[in-house]
């Protein structure tokens, strides 16, 4: 059964803090993996990987994906209160031939920044 | 980004009616919607894929009959709750996929609505 997994399930960091967000996955029709922000509503789009080795980064905000490994990282160093949030990992699992494709939801992971 | 807007943002209904939340793709086309439902500090569980033009995908466990999902055009997919109940009280979260490419990979990027959370009394 396809599954991704988040680790760990929650953080409580100071601000100024280096946090580092792990996600594992197994799909058979891997495409592609994405990061999302959750705060209050609905999740908002940080970043999608479909290469291995490629960072890709925004402000504090970088990640990478490593496909031997069947596992993506999202780092967020410099922390501020503003990143307390659920950071969920996605994997795009579509199927060869048909162009049906669907998400596959990690469990999360619950970031605290404390002032 | 993508813009996707979802309607209504908030719904408070009598068990036993009937309740539609609209999902829209703003600024471009999707051929596929996501339907997923979120409970409290839990991920986010995919009901359906909605396809324009043809009948939805549903994930084991999702009733069809209950959860209604029409995908008239490339921009509005729509999801009846059907019969309401107590627990099918939650939040109810679209998403759309921006199509792009690269080089000769087609791909994705899945833009969210912003919820519904409906509350059956």
């Known amino acids: 059964e396809d599954k991704v997994v988040q680790s760990p399930l929650s953080l409580v960091v100071h601000e100024g803090d280096t946090v580092t967000l792990n996600c594992s996955y197994e799909v058979t029709n891997f495409r592609s993996l994405l990061w999302y922000k959750q705060e209050k509503k609905a999740p908002t789009f940080l970043f999608m990987l479909t290469s291995s080795g490629i960072e890709k980064k925004s402000g504090r905000l970088s990640s990478i994906l490593d496909k031997k490994e069947l596992s993506s990282i999202l780092n967020i160093t410099a922390t501020q209160t503003g990143d307390s949030a659920i950071y969920l990992c996605?994997?795009?699992?579509?199927?060869?031939?048909?162009?049906?494709?669907?998400?596959?939801f990690g469990t999360g992971t619950r970031l605290k920044v404390l002032a | 980004g993508a813009v996707v807007s979802q309607h209504p943002s908030r719904v408070i209904c009598k068990s036993g009616t009937s309740v539609k939340i609209e999902c829209r793709s703003l600024d471009f086309q999707a051929t596929t919607m996501f339907w997923y439902r979120q409970f409290p500090k839990q991920s986010l569980m995919l009901m359906a894929t909605?396809?324009?033009?043809?009948?939805?995908?549903?994930e084991q466990g999702v009733e069809k009959d209950k959860f209604l999902i029409n995908h008239a055009s490339l921009t509005l997919s729509t999801l009846t709750v059907t019969s309401a109940h107590p627990e099918d009280s939650s939040f109810y979260i679209c998403s759309a996929g921006q199509p792009g490419t690269s080089g000769r990979v087609f791909l994705s990027t899945q833009y969210f609505g912003p919820g519904t959370r409906l509350t059956v009394l």
């Open positions: 996605a994997v795009e699992d579509r199927a060869l031939g048909s162009g049906t494709y669907k998400y596959i």
């Open positions: 909605s396809n324009e033009g043809s009948k939805a995908t549903y």
